[in-house]
C-alpha cells in the first residue's frame, strides 16, 4: 500500500512540476557525436559464425532449435543502443522469451507466413504451436528474404525504422521496441523451406518501472545515427496519455533544417500538411503516437546526412491538469563511421588584381557530410598576395602567387594570382 501510496505522489509531484515547466531540457543521450561512435563500436557483435547452436527443422518431424550465445547478446546489445540513443533503459534477456520466440519463429517458418494469429501446421504438437503462438502473438515480427550470421542484429534495426507504407499508419515495431515499460526480451529465428528467415522479438514484456516519461521521440533528441533514418520514414513522437489530454489536443509538428532552407508543417489531428501526417491512438508500446513524414518531391533534398540539423517543434499539447504546452528539440544527424574530407573546391583557379585590391576566395569542403568542413588558406608568397582565416586574398605587390585552400586532412584546391602594378 505504501508502494502505490508513493508512485501516486511521484506521479502528482510530476504534473504539478510539467504544468509549470515543460517543455524541459532533458538532455543528450550522447553528449558528442564520438560518444555516439564509441557506443556503436562497444556492441557485442554476433562475430560473422552461424546464429544456430542447434539447426531449427521447420518441416516434420519438427524440431524449434536453439540461438547461440553471441547471437541473442548481438541482438539484445542493439536494441540497447537503440534504447540508450532514444534516452530509455536497457532491457535484459529472458530465458523463458527466448524460448517461446524461438518456438514462434518455427511456427512461422513451417507456415512460410508473417502472422500473429498463425494457425496450427499439420503434425506440429499442441504444446510446441501453444508456446509458438503466444510468442507470436506478442512480438514483433518480420519475414526477412536473406539469411546471414547478424541477421537478428538486422531485424532490430528493421523494427526501429519500421519501413514500408503498410506499417506507416501506426509504427507499431517501432513503438514496441521504444516502450519505456519494457524490462526484458527475447528473440528467435528460423528460415522456411523456401528460404526465408523469420525474426522475432518479444515486445509485450511491461516488468520495468521506467523513469518518468512525457514522450519518446525518433528520430531521437541530440546527436543520432543518420544510417537509422531516410528519406522515405516517418518520425514519430509517442505522447504520455497520462499527461496530456489528447481529447483536447489539437496537435501540430513542425520540421525544418535552416541549412537546407526546409520547413515542413502538419496537422496530425487532422491528417494533413506537407506530407504523411496522423495521430495513431493504438495501444502500442507507449501512449498515443504523432506521425509525420514530409513530402520531399520537387526538393533537391536526397536522404537524411551527417551535418544535417533538424528542429521539431509539436504545438497544441493540452494537459491534464490544465493548461496547453510544447515540445521542442533538435536532431544532429551523425554518421556512425568517420566520413573524411575527399577533395576541397575552390571557386576560381584564376584571378588578376592590382595592388592594394581585394577579392573574397569561397571553398567547401566534398562531401558537405565529412566530419570535419573547416578550411585553412595558405599563400605561396606573402610580398605578392596575402589570404586571411576568411579566403579574402589582397594583392600586395607585382608577381604570382598561389593561394591554397586545404581540408583537415590536406585535400586541396589552389587560385594562382597574378598581381600587377
Known sequence: MRNCFYKRMRRICLLIILCILLPSARGFAFETRDDLRTAWRAIQRSGGNSPYARLPNS????????LTQDALLGALNVLNFVRETAQLDPVRLSDIYNAQCQNGALLLAALDTADHDPAQPKGMNSELYESGHRAAASSNIAKLNWMRPEILEEGILYFVRDDGDANLPELGHRRWVLNPSMGATGFGLANSETGMSYVLMYAHDLSNEPADHTYVAWPSEGWFPVELMHSHLAWSVSLDESIYDLDQSHILATLSEDSLRLNYHFDCTLGTGDGYAKLDRSAYGFGACAIFRPDFNGTAFADYLQN????????????????TTSIEYDVRMASLYVQAPVKVELDRQTLRLNSGETLQLYAMVVPNYADDLSIYWESSDEAVATVDPEGMVRAIGRGEATIFARSANGREDRCVVQVED
Do not use: K, N
Open 308 to 323: 544535417q540539423v533538424w528542429h521539431v517543434r509539436i504545438d497544441g499539447l493540452s494537459l491534464r491538469q490544465g493548461g
Open 59 to 66: 518441416s516434420t518431424p519438427y524440431e524449434s532449435g536453439a
